[in-house]
Structures are given as C-alpha cells and as structure tokens.
C-alpha cells in the first residue's frame, strides 16, 4: 500500500499548506516528519510536549518552537508536493522512538505489540482473526449465527461474519441501524469519546466535530450497514422474545416477534449485541404517573413538545441532561434541575467545537498524519487517566480520593469549577462533588453546563424529591414546584443485561435466573450453561476513563471468532465455558474493581447492581483486554 492511498494529492500553494499547519497537532506532527523523513533528529532535540490528558497537546510547547516545527513542515510538504515520494519504512526502533515521543515515555515490551497494531501503519487489521479463515469455506458456510441488534456492536459482528463467510441474521428492534445513536436524538445529545477514536479500526471517518453530534453518528453507522451489505441480513421492527438451546443438537431456537408476528429461528451461534445503556430507567420517586403536563425520559425526546417560554423540570444530572440543558435553557420561561449527586466534570475546550479546516486538511492530504494522530488520541483517551483513578491501599481518606494522584486529579477538576463559579459560590458547592473523582461516571464539558447554570432562568436544586404531583414536584423540605414539562434524565437499566428476553440454557435454565441480579461473563463475552451465547458489551466491559467501547467491540468479536473457529476445528456442536474458569476470572475481576475509586467508594452510581457489585466495568488496562481477548484458550471450554 503506497502512502497516497486514500489521500488526496497535495496541490495547493505554500500559503494553502502554512495556513493549515497553524492548526495542526504539534506532537502528532512532528512525528509524522520523521516517518516522511526518516530523519529521527526531529525528536531528539528540545522541542518535548508534556503529555497532558487534560487540555491541548500543544499547550506545553512555547509558540517559538511551534512555528520552527511547521517551518520545518512546510519544507518537507512543499518537496512532497513538488516532487512526490515514497518514504522508506521506518524501523522497528524508529517505531518506538516515534511512540515514546508521543506517549512522553519509554513503552514497555508488553505494550509494543498492542500499540503497533492499534497503530496500523501498512493498513494492517489489528483485530481480525485469522484462525476462522484457516477453516474450509464450505464448513464456515454450513454455521448460521443470530446476532441481536443492529447498533455499534451488531453490525460490527455483522461485518465480520459476512468477512468470515458465515451466514448470520440481525434481529433489530428498531426500524433502523444505529442502536444508541438512533435512539437518542434529545437535543445537544453526541459521543463523548474523541471522534476520530470512536469509529471502526477498519472504517476511519473524517469527523466535522471533535465529539460529533447523534446525527453525524447515526450517518456513520447507517452508512457502514450500507457499505458493508448489512441491511438484506437485518430484520427491522423484531425483538427476540426467547432462545432455547438444544443439547441434542447443540444449537438455538429463537422465538421473536416482528411486523407479520412471530416467527421462529434457527442457529448454531447467538451473539447478543444489545449494549447496556438501551433501556431507559424511569426513578423510583412515587407519583410519577399522577403529572398532568407533558413528561418524557430524555431517551424518548417529544419533539412535539415545545419547550419555548414553558416551565421545565429536569430530573437528573447525567450526561443527558449536561447535553440537553444548555440548549433547552436558550427556550424555556425557566429550567429547575434535581440534582441527587453532582458529577465530576471534565474540561475539553473542544468538547462542542468543529474540526477546523487545516486540521481537515492535514488529515486528508499529509500521508501517515492521520495515524500518528489517532495514535496520539488513543493514548490520551487510553491509559492516560487509568492511574489517576486507581486506588492506594494506604490511603486514608478514600471518601475523599482514593491515591495521591486521585487528589491530585480532584485538584484539577476542582480548579475548572472555580473557574467557572467562583463567582458563584452557592453553585460551586452544590457542583463540587464529595466523592473521589472516578467512582462515578465523570462528564465532559466545554463550560456549556456550567455556565448555563448561571442563567437567570436556571435553578439547580439539591432537596430531595418526595413525589411528583399532578402539578410538578414536592420536595422533602415541603417545597412545591410546578411545571408545563417533566423531563427525566436517569439514565438506564444498565444491570439489566439481555432484558428483557428469555434465554434458556443447558436443563433448561433460564439466564436471569441463573444471575439472579449477579450478571457475570468468562471476559465479558461467554457464560456457563449457555453454550454458543456470546455477548458484546457483556458484564464488566464498560470503561470509565480508558478508551473507546468500540475497541472493546472489536476485541470481543475477534475472540468470538476465535471460538467458533475452535469448535469448527474441533468438529464439535457447541462450546461451554468451564464454570471454574468463569469464577476464577470474575473473582480477578472482582477484586480489580475494589481496587479502584468506583469499587472503594460507597456513592451511588449506575455502575452498581442491587448488592454493590460492579457489574459494569473493566478495571484494567486496554492491553490486557487486548491480550486475553486475541483467541480462546481451548482448554477454558467444554465441548458438545
């Protein structure tokens, strides 16, 4: 693969070049030289950025070194364009000197193969399973698979198996792709992982916006289902009621219901790819059915509803409603919001901002630019903050912080409220969190929440709610307050994993049952009893500061493609994970997740099942995600 591959020719003049050097990112940028260059002497002198995981990778470079660096750029771009070459490839330790550069440290042997792959810089695919493509074509072609969904995660095990040449069907319950991204389409709603990290490894995007809104999301995938074929193996409108293995067979019978009612089919495998944030959770605050004016939950918008000069009330401080307030306060007579626990905030100047156009321009025109940046983004949003969050067992005030540099991490984002609110002492303390940073979901903003706080309009209350009444809200203080509109922004019934279909297993037992309100997977993906069940965005695959779920995706489908090439080489039905694996690996799980702030503190959080258990999250790092999910160990399964 040449390096203009996907690129467009450099045709424009030296200002043309200079002007969208001024937005470029320095770091990712003078990398990019020594690739074209060959030229390592680029890095070794004494132009360093500080890796920094809050704020611009720019910032801690002086101006004066920023304009040598595109001076510099400038040279080597106007000779590419002028006389285009083909840069030799660089070698192994040039690699990783490029790599260290930008990670502000020496990488580690275990992390050298991760990081190239994730890098990619010859078009490799770094989650691709080669084992199932070993297999006779005939024997992939004779295995059906039943995905549930058609969101990130179902058309990612769409993609794949029709890569692998193994039929499969998507039963969606929407009439659409798109999952979350169709769905939610409240105002100011949009990702909040950096772009140009959330998108397939094999499918980069030039995103308009550093966190692109839903529209822009729901294009991406719905364009992937396009390009990829996807949609003639969707059945749209269709939820899957039940699924019943057979151990005679060693395959699935699924029960769903559609548009010409139910109907029932067949599989070897079933892969359910229905995510943990799909369905909406209502508060249990009683009287919530009893108000008169018009009520929703912030994941099924009434766009009917015009908020212009209407009282609103907002229950929830979550990511929703950190999207949707700043906005509806523009429109509404008045905006009240409940608050029960304040979330930490985190600054990003980019948060709401567009890609500006040099950056575009550098992404679509400089070769290998476009990967040294995402590089440099996956990083950042990797393993950046991972420590910051992990707990000291020495520590002594963990309802506080739970580590030295969680204090210190407490520090930083306390100093982005001052300066937001300092004027504002009465919502500085109800904004300031007593809880460490980490133990529950952090949220991003530019200062479009906070400052919409400061509006005339804009009331933010911490009395506990008694009840909704026919006319609005009661407090415990006694307080009434009526609305036009209730808005709920509580999230939802992320424990509810799989819910709320019927999944029976081997003797017929059903999966929720089995859980019993403790839901647990062999690394999120494979659970005793239920052979051929795999699961993206299973139990304990959620992150809380380190990376993008898609990565996780993709790990998860390379590894169940792994599985079933295991048990096509084997000549076997069906695969079960091992129970005494499974509660080995939960217990490693387990006692990660204690020992981070999210396990060691007792705020309550979306991340907790009825018992406190974390049944959402992944308290390691990426690499060692990356690592147990590359092919399954045979000897964790039993075979039918």
């Keep these: 693969m040449t390096i203009a591959e ?30 074209l260059t060959g030229d390592m002497d680029i890095l070794r002198g004494d132009i360093r950025p500080s890796v920094e995981f809050l704020g611009d990778p720019n910032e801690s470079i002086p101006e004066a070194d920023q304009a ?31 790599m260290n550069f930008l990670t502000g440290q020496e990488i580690g042997e275990d992390y050298v193969e ?21 297999l006779p074509a005939a024997q992939r072609a004779a295995f059906k698979v039943l995905v549930i969904g058609a969101g990130m995660s179902g058309l990612l095990a769409g993609i794949r198996l029709k890569e692998a040449g193994i039929p499969f069907e998507i039963v969606e319950k929407n009439s659409d792709v798109g999952g979350t991204w169709l769905e939610n389409t409240y105002p100011g709603c949009r990702v909040d992982s950096a772009n140009h990290v959330y998108s397939y490894s094999f499918r980069p995007q030039d995103w308009p916006q550093h966190f692109s809104a839903q529209e822009v999301l729901r294009q991406y995938f719905s364009g992937c289902a396009d390009q990829y074929g996807l949609r003639e193996h969707i059945r749209f409108d269709t939820e899957l009621t039940t699924a019943r293995f057979d151990e005679g067979s060693g395959t699935w019978t699924a029960e769903v219901r559609g548009p010409d009612g139910p109907r029932t089919l067949q599989a070897n495998a079933i892969i ?56 509806i306060s523009q429109q509404a007579a008045s905006v009240t919001i409940f608050q029960r626990t304040p979330p930490w905030v985190v600054p990003n100047p980019d948060y709401f901002q567009e890609v500006p156009s040099g950056m575009h321009w550098l992404l679509n025109h400089v070769p290998y630019y476009a990967k040294w940046f995402r590089f440099s983004m996956f990083w950042r949003a990797a393993e950046g903050l991972l420590d910051s969050v992990s ?74 709610i008694a009840e909704v009444t026919t006319a609005g809200v009661r407090t415990e203080s006694g307080n009434e307050h009526e609305f036009d509109v209730l ?20 003797e017929g037992v059903e999966l929720h049952e089995a859980w019993n309100g403790e839901p647990r997977a062999y690394k999120g993906i494979t659970i005793p009893g239920f052979p051929n069940l795999f699961c993206c965005y299973g139990p304990n695959t959620n992150i809380v500061v380190n990376g993008s779920i898609i990565f996780f995706s993709e790990c998860e489908m390379r590894y169940i493609l792994g599985c079933l090439a295991l048990l096509m080489k084997e000549n076997r039905s069906a695969l079960d994970v091992k129970r005494d694996v499974h509660e080995a690996y939960n217990r490693w799980i387990d006692a990660g997740n204690r020992g981070m702030a999210w396990g060691r503190s007792g705020v309550n959080t979306w991340y907790k099942n009825a018992s406190g258990r974390i049944t959402q999250n992944w308290p390691f790092t990426l690499l060692e995600f990356w690592q147990q999910t590359r092919e399954p160990a045979p000897e964790d399964y039993s075979f039918i």
């Design 6 to 35: 996907g690129l467009k020719p450099i045709s424009g003049d030296d200002e043309t070049i200079r002007a969208a050097l001024e937005q470029a990112d320095i770091p990712a940028l003078m990398v990019t030289l020594a690739h």
């Design 68 to 98: 040598r660096v595109r001076e510099i750029a400038l040279a080597v771009l106007r000779r590419y364009r002028d006389e285009p070459f083909e840069p030799d490839n660089p070698a192994e330790t040039q690699i990783r000197e490029m």
């Design 114 to 134: 991760f990081l190239e792959a994730e890098l990619s810089l010859n078009g490799e695919d770094p989650y691709a399973q080669p084992e199932i493509f070993e």
């Design 272 to 327: 359910s790819a229905v995510g943990q944030l799909n369905r909406p959770r209502m508060p249990d605050i009683p009287g919530c059915e009893r108000f008169s004016g018009a009520s929703f939950h912030s994941a099924e918008w009434r766009h009917d509803q015009d908020l212009s000069g209407k009282r609103v009330g907002v229950i929830g401080t979550g990511a929703s409603a950190f999207q949707f307030v700043p906005i």
């Design 391 to 464: 707990a000291d067992e020495k520590w002594q005030v963990s309802e506080r912080s739970v580590s030295e540099a969680n204090e210190q991490f407490r520090g930083q984002l306390i100093e982005n409220l001052k300066a937001h609110l300092g004027d504002r002492p009465d919502l500085l303390e109800k904004c300031t969190p007593h809880y460490p940073p980490g133990a529950k979901r952090a949220l991003i903003d530019d200062g479009a929440w906070l400052e919409s706080l400061k509006r005339d309009n804009v009331a933010l209350l911490t009395d506990p």
């Design 487 to 506: 808005i709920f922004a509580t999230g939802f019934k992320a424990s509810d994993f799989l819910h709320p279909m019927k999944i029976y297993g081997l």
